[in-house]
């Protein structure tokens, strides 16, 4: 059965600066609802509160690749974030290690504004971390994240106003 397509792309009038700003992470387990209408999560019901993890501009990224239709007759979305952390010191540590213990669902909030959710339906899993220390003056020191995980659509919006709500029990 053919998928019907619903818009015709067009070029946009005006760009938009590359890169996240900041980062909502939590553990998988702390999202008890999230509430997706018209493909936009408008609610997101939580345990605790979120942590932020912000961004210098053109270091924080997402991307995904999606495998259509194959012999097997599904498809899903493989997806990888890097997130810089700056500096060197023992809480940004042990966030690390409790980060890459856990299975996590992040919110990208990207330059423009736009947040978008990733790892909502099976959480996601950090993979690697590492810490570059810098060989010279101005070099990056620092940890750096990165998380991968598979899902059944690329990323879903997150509605202006929810992102507030998500730092307070």
């Keep these: 059965m053919p998928c019907?397509?619903?818009?015709?792309?067009?070029?946009?009038?005006?760009?938009?600066?590359a890169g996240v700003a900041s980062w909502y992470i939590t553990p998988f387990a702390n999202v008890?609802?999230?509430t997706l209408t018209a493909?936009?999560?408008?609610?997101?019901t939580k345990t605790v509160a979120w942590k932020t993890?912000?961004?210098?501009?053109?270091?924080?990224m997402w991307s995904y690749t999606g495998a259509g239709t194959t012999a097997s007759g599904s498809k899903a979305y493989d997806w990888e974030c890097s997130i810089k952390m700056h500096?060197?010191?023992?809480?940004?540590?042990?966030?690390?290690e409790l980060i890459l213990s856990n299975k996590v669902v992040l919110i990208a909030v990207m330059q423009n504004g736009e947040a978008w959710m990733l790892g909502r339906t099976y959480g996601?899993?950090?993979?690697?971390?590492?810490?570059?220390?810098?060989?010279?003056?101005?070099?990056?020191?620092g940890s750096t994240l990165t998380i991968k995980g598979r899902s059944s659509v690329s990323a879903v919006k997150v509605a202006d106003g929810i992102l507030?709500?998500?730092l307070t029990v």
């Design 32 to 34: 008890l609802t999230s």
């Design 87 to 96: 500096g060197l010191n023992t809480l940004d540590q042990q966030e690390l």
């Design 4 to 17: 019907p397509l619903t818009q015709n792309y067009t070029l946009k009038d005006c760009l938009t600066t």
């Design 124 to 141: 996601s899993n950090a993979i690697d971390s590492k810490f570059e220390s810098g060989t010279a003056m101005g070099d990056f020191i």
């Design 164 to 166: 507030a709500g998500l």
């Design 39 to 44: 493909n936009v999560v408008t609610a997101i």
């Design 53 to 60: 993890i912000a961004q210098e501009i053109e270091q924080g």
